[in-house]
């Protein structure tokens, strides 16, 4: 089975910073990688599938990108509502694995 | 607008079963396969199970095979988990879930999920 692998696990950043988190596939998938973000206490939303499209309604900050096996989700100045845990799933064929996520803390 | 009710969970002991039912709607969910994803407690996404549009293909997680079964039906737009033989470690909130593009038309939000609670 093919494995996703997130880094970092945990991130702390400043408002208004730059930043990126990656996924990596051990093997190829294409561009069949989806984002999810999870607020402390709510339900994972899509945020980009695809790897690079954007869910409408999440704000242009946010972007993915790559393809076959590393992608990156990158979020162009950080604002306090980003506060989340962040995974990335692949879903080219089963096992729709997710990778362990990545908590992001102001 | 993409909208995904499920229910069916609580407690049962360890050795219990508990059928999770999700309701669908907003979406022609017949042509699209779906998914159960669960989170533990404090713990990440975790993939359940697959079945394909119209059950075709069935696929469960390693730790779920023999254990769980994934159906649906089409005509009632709904998607059904048996869960038999449970374990504590089977604890967490269960979401249905649709592609990630099918989600994305919507709100991109999932269900609120059903609570399964595996305890003595």
């Known amino acids: 089975d093919i494995q996703m692998t997130q880094s970092p696990s945990s991130l702390s950043a400043s408002v208004g910073d730059r930043v990126t988190i990656t996924c990596r596939a051990s093997?190829?998938?294409?561009?069949?990688l989806a984002w999810y973000q999870q607020k402390p206490g709510k339900v994972p939303k899509v945020l980009i599938y695809?790897?690079?499209t954007l869910q409408s309604g999440v704000p242009s900050r946010f972007s993915g990108s790559g393809s076959g096996t590393d992608f990156t989700l990158t979020i162009s100045s950080l604002q306090p509502e980003d506060v989340a845990t962040y995974y990335c799933?692949?879903?080219?064929?089963?096992?729709?694995?997710f990778g362990q996520g990545t908590k992001l803390e102001i | 607008e993409v909208q995904l009710v499920e229910s069916g969970g609580g407690l049962v002991k360890p050795g219990g079963s508990l059928r999770l039912s999700c309701a669908a709607s907003?979406?022609?969910?017949?042509?699209?396969?779906m998914n159960w994803v669960r989170q533990a407690p404090g713990k990440g996404l975790e993939w359940v199970a697959s079945?394909?549009?119209?059950?075709?293909?069935?696929h469960y997680a390693d730790s779920m095979k023999g254990r769980f079964t994934i159906s649906r039906d089409n005509a009632k737009n709904s998607l059904d988990l048996q869960m038999d033989s449970l374990r504590v470690e089977d604890t967490g909130v269960y979401f249905c879930?649709?592609?990630?593009?099918?989600?994305?038309?919507?709100?991109?939000?999932w269900g609120q999920g059903t609570l399964v609670l595996v305890s003595s």
């Open positions: 879930a649709p592609p990630p593009e099918v989600a994305a038309a919507g709100t991109g939000y």
């Open positions: 907003g979406f022609t969910f017949s042509r699209y396969t």
């Open positions: 079945i394909s549009s119209i059950s075709s293909y069935l």
């Open positions: 093997q190829g998938i294409s561009h069949y």
């Open positions: 695809g790897a690079s």
């Open positions: 799933q692949k879903y080219n064929s089963a096992p729709y694995t």
